[in-house]
């Protein structure tokens, strides 16, 4: 797909920069409009200590109703095609807290394409677990969901013209 004559955003969570980092080679690749997705109540270390049973990040995956509060919800979302959402992968889908964004938008017509960071997963997980829990997932192109750490901003570039 071609990005360049297209109104993009590219949203991300990120708790250790690693995704950020990520992102903004997305921005870069795509001349999308950067957006962080950030709790009202930020993650602390404790809160993604996924060997805690008792952590947040484990509460909010074995409950997927949950949906934490954002922070600040993006500006304008309307005006944009396509939402590049990038995530750290938690259990194989993303934190609920990107859900929560993605709740913020109205996202019919439009395209989502994932990407992801994690230190073992590929990928492949979001698409269908969105598909399962998102309002009007019928009519919204869904592509990409692919584990992009250490990417170069050449091979970022690739993985963007590839889609």
């Known amino acids: 797909m071609d990005f360049s004559e297209k109104k993009v955003m590219v949203a991300y969570f990120s708790t250790k920069g690693v995704t950020k980092d ?3 080679k997305v921005a870069a690749a ?27 990040c484990n509460k909010e995956h074995n409950d997927p109703s949950i949906r934490p ?8 979302p309307g005006q944009y095609e ?21 709740d913020s938008l ?7 394409v994932f990407f992801m960071t994690s230190g073992a997963s590929k990928g492949g997980k979001a698409i269908d677990y969105a598909k ?3 309002k009007d997932a019928d009519k919204i192109t869904w592509l990409g969901d692919e584990r992009l750490n250490d990417f170069t901003q050449e091979q970022v570039n690739d993985w963007v013209a590839k889609l």
Not at 69 to 76: F, G, T, V
């Open 82 to 102: 396509v939402f590049f959402i990038g995530y750290p992968n938690w259990y194989g889908v993303y934190p609920a807290i990107v859900q929560s964004f993605i």
């Open 132 to 134: 399962g829990i998102t």
């Open 106 to 112: 109205k996202l019919a017509g439009k395209t989502v």
């Open 22 to 24: 990520i992102a903004e």
């Open 30 to 56: 795509t001349k999308g409009k950067l957006f962080e997705i950030q709790a009202k109540e930020p993650y602390t270390d404790d809160d993604i200590n996924w060997r805690d049973p008792d952590s947040r």
């Open 69 to 76: 509060e954002l922070l600040k919800k993006a500006h304008c």
